[in-house]
């Protein structure tokens, strides 16, 4: 948590300047309607929150969400509207809701967290029938000495597991794509589909346990 908090007011200002190429791609592929709900998971300081609320519109709804205390003060301070709500709640054991959304969004976000196919299982929870995820992350797969290297400094600094989202978000998502042709070495960049209600069964939702 405190890593997180000293974060917000450090680098992810600074990462806040440069956030606009990959802010509007992530809107590009999502390919908000007005009127939709979307969800941004480990929203950070909310640099993303005006892109989406201008693609949803006024009867559209944003809820954005992260772990830090820090973060959520700084991302509140953005919302001017009505229609946007920021949460400070853990994406590994929290209820995002069933099937309220339309699409969802994850920025550098799950990688981080200590319990990755939880955060990608309630993620799918909380997406409707057809419903799009887009993750930005790192992807530390390949056993070069570059990854060896990166792989160990995340988990000392923020507790990587070692989980690859991609394959998390392949056992839950009946259809993960690229977003490009070639992946980089260190990163990935995906769409998650959500195409019908079997990504919703209570074994690969813990905030959904079997009644």
């Known amino acids: 948590m405190q890593l997180w908090d000293f974060a917000a007011l450090t680098y992810y200002r600074l990462l806040d300047r ?7 791609l992530a809107v590009d592929k999502l390919d908000l309607k007005p009127g939709e709900a979307v969800l941004d998971i480990g929203c950070g300081t909310g640099a993303l929150l005006p892109a989406l609320v201008e693609a949803v519109g006024p009867r559209g709804r944003v809820v954005a969400m ?3 205390p ?5 991302a509140r301070k953005r919302v001017k509207w009505p229609n946007v709500e920021v949460r400070q709640a853990d994406a590994c054991n929290t209820d995002h809701g069933a099937g309220e959304f339309d699409a969802a969004v994850a920025l550098g976000a799950f ?14 929870d909380a997406l409707k029938p057809g419903g799009r995820l887009f993750v930005f992350d790192v992807r530390l797969a390949k056993k070069t000495r570059t990854t ?22 392949r056992n839950v998502f009946e259809r993960v794509e690229p977003v490009f042709r070639v992946e980089g070495e260190t990163t990935t960049v995906v769409m998650a589909t959500k195409v019908t209600d079997t990504a919703t069964d209570s074994a690969r939702t813990p905030c959904r346990p079997a009644e």
Request: negative net charge; glycine residues 6%; hydrophobic residues 55%.
């Open 148 to 169: 060896r290297f990166l792989r160990a400094a995340y988990q000392k600094i923020a507790g990587f597991t070692g989980a690859d989202v991609v394959d998390e978000l």
């Open 70 to 74: 820090r973060m959520v003060a700084i």
């Open 18 to 24: 440069f956030s606009g190429t990959l802010n509007t």
């Open 66 to 68: 992260d772990f830090s």
């Open 111 to 124: 990688s981080a967290m200590p319990d990755v196919p939880a955060a990608v299982a309630n993620a799918a």
